[in-house]
T-cell receptor
Framework: DARVTQTPRHKVTEMGQEVTMRCQPILGHNTVFWYRQTMMQGLELLAYFRNRAPLDDSGMPKDRFSAEMPDATLATLKIQPSEPRDSAVYFC?????????????FGEGSRLTVL | AQKVTQAQTEISVVEKEDVTLDCVYE???????LFWYKQPPSGELVFLIRRNSFDEQNEISGRYSWNFQKSTSSFNFTITASQVVDSAVYFC?????????????FGDGTTLTVKP
């Protein structure tokens, strides 16, 4: 079964530390999304890419967050410096968009705790 | 701007009851796509269905059915004869058809608990 793979699954870090989350999208998918899930805000879109190009990162705090796709098999989300309010589950999702939006395939999420 | 509202935060039913999860959306696009996803306790969101704005036919898949009504901007999801395994958070989502966009806006989710 093709799956979206996210690492790490769990991360506990101290405030001020850099955190990097990685995502391997499903081979052949041309869109990649980063979502953040918290109890208070629900699912928030942070960034998304199509054909590795960033299309929208307006949901991301630019001063500390950055998202990249160095190649088609890897997407990264970096937080530097991390803060306690960044504690959340971060989901990566990939999909195939060929004219119309298709279903998204989600990874299992990276649960981040910033102390 | 797109918006998806799932007014029911939590629903609790007893096994074998039918349950309907509501979804109301807002969009200025004439062409759009609606989705339902299930998030079981394991955490991974799983796709359930996609409908486009031109297809208002209701759909049934086993115990699941979806009622799409453009007139009321609603895309409701019904589980018939619910089972404990249906316990999960269910998300409704809306996607633009614009080729430069395509991002999905999710509702806040409805937590369904099915008790034995």
């Amino acid at each position: 079964d093709a799956r979206v793979t996210q690492t790490p699954r769990h991360k506990v870090t101290e405030m001020g530390q850099e955190v990097t989350m990685r995502c391997q999208p499903i081979l052949g998918h041309n869109t990649v999304f980063w979502y953040r899930q918290t109890m208070m805000q629900g699912l928030e879109l942070l960034a998304y890419f199509r054909n590795r190009a960033p299309l929208d990162d307006s949901g991301m705090p630019k001063d500390r967050f950055s998202a990249e796709m160095p190649d088609a098999t890897l997407a990264t989300l970096k937080i530097q410096p991390s803060e306690p309010r960044d504690s959340a589950v971060y989901f990566c999702a990939s999909g195939l968009r060929a004219g119309v939006p298709g279903e998204l395939f989600f990874g299992e999420g990276s649960r981040l705790t910033v102390l | 701007a797109q918006k998806v509202t799932q007014a029911q935060t939590e629903i609790s039913v007893v096994e074998k009851e039918d349950v309907t999860l509501d979804c109301v959306y807002e969009t200025r696009d004439t062409t759009y796509y609606l989705f339902w996803y299930k998030q079981p306790p394991s955490g991974e969101l799983v796709f359930l269905i996609r409908r486009n704005s031109f297809d208002e036919q209701n759909e049934i898949s086993g115990r699941y059915s979806w009622n799409f009504q453009k007139s009321t901007s609603s895309f409701n999801f019904t589980i018939t004869a619910s089972q404990v395994v249906d316990s999960a958070v269910y998300f409704c989502a809306l996607s633009e058809a614009d080729t430069n966009a395509g991002k999905s806006t999710f509702g806040d989710g409805t937590t369904l608990t099915v008790k034995p």
